[in-house]
């Protein structure tokens, strides 16, 4: 079966052909991050604007390098949520578009599903139940992935998700957009143990995630040095933070590991690129003895390719919308999609 895949809940206008859920055919990613760089981060409505430039040649590229025709598809799929609503509403109204020219099903896929899905095609051998560790630009989840479709969350972000602290650390010390990827970059050689970040806990839940403390603490931390003239190296600051924020994210998944018995791990979202956090969840699964599964670094930002892989499990669980499908800026990774 092959999937038309359609992407556009941020700042990449992506479009993909996908075959029965693993096989990528063809994968185009538009990227935006030259036009936001210049303000330090994503603008909604300049989003919004680029992607309704991009898509139709994005989506033609994706059949083209494919080889393919609409003829050939058998089901278009497109993230409907979460995300920025204008930028959604860009990639959800192409596919009712093509869905209701062509005839052909429409799938309405949930980003952070779709992040996980990204492991299927990496892996061809992966299959639930798993314990998954989604870490993304706007989430940081914590899920047992029962089924492909069956998603329960265990673990939350109470407040900011690990890649908005890795941005906005970033973008204290100065380093351009995308700041996660400079700061992993700059803060290869830094000194881990120079700084000491607080260690954030949330009462009475041990799986749930806070990161606005730590992000105010590098904040201030640059501050309080500039105000007093004092020089920091960037590298040791990057190095500290990342270990905190790694820290954290190592401490709850091996607390939901055991807590419910799991012994395979998947990392799944933009940040499962950071290099620290691989490495130490490497380390982790081989002194516990679990199976780690992390997706291809190609896949850990946002593509259509995951889109069309989660897709081909929500056709096959009966996940059709009509033209009726709208983008929803925030929607809960457990909950199915409904009209
Ligand atoms: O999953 P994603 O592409 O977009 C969302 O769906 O949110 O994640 C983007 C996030 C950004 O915060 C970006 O800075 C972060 O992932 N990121 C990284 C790295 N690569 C991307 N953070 C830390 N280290 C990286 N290497």
């Given at each position: 079966m092959k999937i038309l895949s359609i992407e556009s809940s941020c700042d990449e206008t992506a479009a993909a052909v996908v075959k029965?859920?693993?096989?990528?055919?063809s994968n185009v990613v538009s990227t935006q991050i030259e036009k936001h760089k210049i303000f330090g981060g994503v603008v909604p409505e300049i989003a919004s604007r680029l992607h309704t430039e991009n898509i139709s040649w994005v989506v033609e590229k994706a059949l083209t390098d494919a080889g393919v025709?609409?003829?050939?598809?058998?089901a278009i799929a497109v993230t409907?949520?979460?995300?920025?609503i204008g930028a959604l509403l860009v990639g959800v109204n192409y596919a009712k578009g093509l869905s209701l020219a062509s005839g052909k099903p429409l799938v309405p896929v949930h980003h952070l599903r779709s992040h996980i899905a990204a492991n299927y095609i990496t892996h061809k051998d992966l299959k639930p139940p798993f314990m998954c560790l989604t870490v993304s630009g706007g989430n940081t989840l914590l899920c047992?992935?029962?089924?492909?479709?069956d998603f329960e969350v265990v673990g939350r972000t109470r407040d900011d998700a690990a890649g908005e602290a890795m941005d906005k650390a970033a973008r204290t010390l100065?380093?351009?957009?995308?700041?996660g990827v400079n700061l992993d970059k700059i803060s290869?050689?830094?000194?881990?143990?120079?700084y000491k970040f607080p260690k954030p806990r949330v009462d009475g839940s041990p799986l749930d995630f806070s990161f606005s403390g730590l992000k105010t603490s590098v904040i201030n931390l640059v501050h309080n040095a500039e105000q007093k003239g004092e020089e920091i190296n960037p590298a040791d600051v990057g190095a500290s933070f990342i270990n905190a924020v790694v820290d954290s994210l190592c401490e709850n998944t091996e607390k939901a590991m055991a807590m419910y018995s799991e012994k395979t791990l998947v990392l799944a979202g933009g940040?499962?690129?950071?290099s620290v956090l691989r490495s130490r969840m490497e380390a982790l699964a081989k002194e516990k003895g679990w199976t780690l599964y992390l997706p291809d670094l190609s896949l850990?930002?946002?593509?259509a390719a995951m889109v069309g892989a989660q897709g081909f499990f929500e056709y096959k669980k009966g996940q059709i919308a009509t033209m009726a499908l709208n983008g929803k800026a925030t929607a809960d990774i457990s909950l199915a999609y409904e009209e």
């Open positions: 029965d859920g693993r096989e990528v055919l025709t609409l003829d050939d598809i058998d409907y949520a979460p995300g920025l047992k992935v029962n089924n492909y479709t100065g380093l351009p957009y995308p700041g290869k050689n830094g000194d881990n143990k120079k940040v499962s690129a950071n850990c930002g946002d593509n």
